[in-house]
T-cell receptor, first 109, second 112 residues
Framework: AQRVTQPEKLLSVFKGAPVELKCNYS??????LFWYVQYSRQRLQLLLR??SRESIKGFTADLNKGETSFHLKKPFAQEEDSAMYYC???????????FGTGTRLTIIP | DTEVTQTPKHLVMGMTNKKSLKCEQH?????MYWYKQKAKKPPELMFV???????INESVPSRFSPECPNSSLLNLHLHALQPEDSALYLC???????????FGPGTRLTVL
């Protein structure tokens, strides 16, 4: 079975401070990991995926298979980063996407 | 057209009604998905269609009936729903299955 854990329901960070949203997963095979974001009154959208190894809107995430983690990081938070963030896992080659419970990030001006 | 669209945006129905949710994409994607999202919870997969064939049914009750008439269109037929079925229903599509999923804005369903 595959499981995604986001331990923080709510996270508040001051503008300009570093951000880290935690994601841990449980899966015995090869996972694909994703971060999705939902801004206020907007649809759920892909932020980044681990196999792309790219930085989107200043965010990065590294898959750590030893710690089974895929934490999302940004060195300097901006007010427009306030949103709901979901970590998601898919077994390699499988269609099912399993989401974590989400973290609501609030950037304090 | 680079978006997934869903209609209606809101739907209120009684427990004896029959209604349908519609999802459309014109990106040439060959996989389409239905998710259910309860308030303050993550999306949960209900169905997956790949090349217009049902490939995953996550043990969804038969009062929800999906249909994929063509590669651009996905319907979810609703009949005899319960109040606990009230939720945001999300549609998604991907170029192939499996692949990165792109989500629609959702239909907010209320069952009275």
């Amino acid at each position: 079975a595959q499981r995604v854990t986001q331990p923080e329901k709510l996270l508040s960070v001051f503008k300009g401070a570093p951000v880290e949203l935690k994601c841990n997963y449980s899966y015995s095979g090869s996972p694909e990991l994703f971060w999705y974001v939902q801004y206020s009154r907007q649809r759920l959208q892909l932020l980044l995926r681990h196999i792309s190894r790219e930085s989107i809107k200043g965010f990065t995430a590294d898959l750590n298979k030893g710690e089974t983690s895929f934490h999302l990081k940004k060195p300097f938070a901006q007010e427009e980063d306030s949103a709901m963030y979901y970590c998601a896992l898919r077994a390699f080659g499988n269609e099912k996407l399993t989401f974590g419970t989400g973290t609501r990030l609030t950037i304090i001006p | 057209d680079t978006e997934v669209t869903q209609t209606p945006k809101h739907l209120v129905m009684g427990m004896t009604n029959k209604k349908s949710l519609k999802c459309e994409q014109h990106m040439g994607h060959r996989a389409m998905y239905w998710y259910k999202q309860k308030a303050k919870k993550p999306p949960e997969l209900m169905f997956v269609y790949s090349y217009e064939k049902l490939s995953i049914n996550e043990s969804v009750p038969s009062r929800f009936s999906p249909e994929c008439p063509n590669s651009s269109l996905l319907n979810l037929h609703l009949h005899a729903l319960q109040p606990e079925d009230s939720a945001l229903y999300l549609c998604a599509s991907s170029r192939d299955s499996p692949d990165t999923q792109y989500f629609g804005p959702g239909t907010r369903l209320t069952v009275l």
